[in-house]
């Protein structure tokens, strides 16, 4: 069997992760004829810091290709991603495309598989805001309905994409069977499955390694809990100034320690506020940072007092540690989060930021939802039972 992997933004060399371990392992087992994953990088992300470090750090091979598209408009950056791929699929002849979550890189992958009827693989499908106003939203809707198995990462996933249309669910929308004894079967349509979601198949993969690697709490003179931990990247949140400037107010009004890595849009978006405000972001509490490796990440997460974020990927770590997530977004797709209390959504009052940040407190609730650590396995163990 061949696949052919497309990834090319942060998070979803993460995503990737899990599933090419599990390839790697199946591989190395020799229990069936070997599986070939051709990693293609778009070059969406492209900054040492947003790319190369993911991948010496998790121990992926380096990308097969990377077809170096770099940063443009939502229709360029996609056409000419769309065009390579296109090419790549013509020559590699895959089994399998698999694309991940909701970048431009995963609807390119999702068109240029779609149309030359090569089998497509969602993972992280049936993620909704419900807002037309994100990009991603329409990468995801996109993606998904060009999909042939649509991996879901929860059960509230499998019922939006229910309420869609799609009808072929395997078991239930429950979490499938940790034996895998079921093979799944293209027939009835596109088939959803919930398999969990490889973020937590990482967490779980890399924690103890980071603890042990990492050094970026003495580098950054912290201690365990006497800090917050910020991302902010969302076109909302960079691209409106004065959405910019409340979100950042309300960090210095916090008064605490809070380490800031910035996403390049961020830093950009910050270097062109105007100077009274900026000179405010001298020598105060917020520690601003390049973006970090996996790794340093993992570790700022789970040693914080509390998470401000924007970022999908991140409000599921602060979960899946137990870390109390403030997000800074009018709405979120991963409601288990806030259900079981863990995750408040407040978009970007600078009032509302800040009691959060100073009063939010962990609830005694269960943490779940996101399986069990082996959504790899399960990916893996349907694309083989599925092949048409
Ligand atoms: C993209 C995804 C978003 C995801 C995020 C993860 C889309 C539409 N958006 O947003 O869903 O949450 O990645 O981080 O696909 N830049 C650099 N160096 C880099 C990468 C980007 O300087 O290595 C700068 C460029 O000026 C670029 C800007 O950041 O124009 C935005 O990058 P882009 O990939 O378009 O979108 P993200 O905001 O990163
Ligand atoms: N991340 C990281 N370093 C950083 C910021 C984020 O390693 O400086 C990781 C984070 O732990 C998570 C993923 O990148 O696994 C989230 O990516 P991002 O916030 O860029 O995208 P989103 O999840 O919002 O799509």
Redesign the pocket.
Known sequence: MKIVTIVG???QF?KAVPVSRAIRKYNQEGRGSQITEIMVHTGQHYDY?MSQV?FEELGISEPHVNLGVGSGSHGWQTAQMLMQIEELLLAEKPDWVIVY???NSTVAGALAAVKLQIPLAHVEAGLRSFNREMP?EHNRVLTDHCSDLLFCPTQTAVQNLQKEGFSNIVNNGQLVDTCFNRSPITDHGPLVVNVGDT?YD?VLQFSEIACQRSTVLQDLGVKSKGYLLA?V?RPYNTDIPENLRNILTAFLEIGEPVIF?I?PRTRQRIAALDGLFKSQLENCNVEFLD????L???VL?RNARLIL??????QK?AYFFGVPCVTLRPETEWIETVQAGWNVVVGTEPSLIIDKALNMQPPQSERGAFGDGYAGERILHTLKNSLP
């Open positions: 933004a942060r998070p993460i810091g993911f979550g909701d970048t991603e973020m990482a991302t990247h890595p996403h973006p970090v490796g996996y340093d990440m993992l997460e974020t924007d970022s999908g990927g991140m770590e």
